[in-house]
């Protein structure tokens, strides 16, 4: 069984930091880069970062750079996602998802084959 489990979600203020991390099982970690996204209501999923680890691989939605730290614990087959200096407009779903092993475009959501479920993340002002 394929699994991707991303816990770490809760309430934040303004400024603060949260690490999210995405569990994983039933598939080749390696072959698959494994992207993080975020959906707020009303708004379009949107992708916050991806990590490859054994391509050397990392890319950050533009909303993020700076601010967000994605890494991956292999061992674990776990990749984590630190977010710091948080702001009201990042409260969202947060999903974490492994990507076919081809992508090309790590953003499009379309060239992901497994999902997990949510983690919400609220940031007060």
């Known amino acids: 069984d394929v699994q991707l489990q991303a816990s770490g979600g809760g309430l934040v203020q303004a400024g603060g930091s949260l690490r999210l991390s995405c569990t994983t099982s039933g598939f080749t970690f390696d072959d698959h880069g494994i992207g993080w996204f975020r959906q707020a209501p009303g708004k379009e999923r949107e992708g916050v970062a991806y990590i490859k680890s054994s391509e050397r691989i990392i890319v950050y939605g533009d909303s993020v750079k700076g601010r967000f730290t994605i890494s991956s614990d292999n061992a674990k087959n776990t990749v984590y996602l630190q977010m710091n200096n948080l702001k009201p407009e990042d409260t969202a779903d947060y999903y974490c998802?492994?990507?076919?092993?081809?992508?090309?475009?790590?953003?499009?959501?379309?060239?992901?084959?497994?999902w997990g479920r949510g983690t919400l993340v609220t940031v007060s002002s």
């Open positions: 998802a492994a990507a076919e092993p081809t992508i090309v475009n790590v953003f499009r959501t379309g060239d992901y084959v497994y």
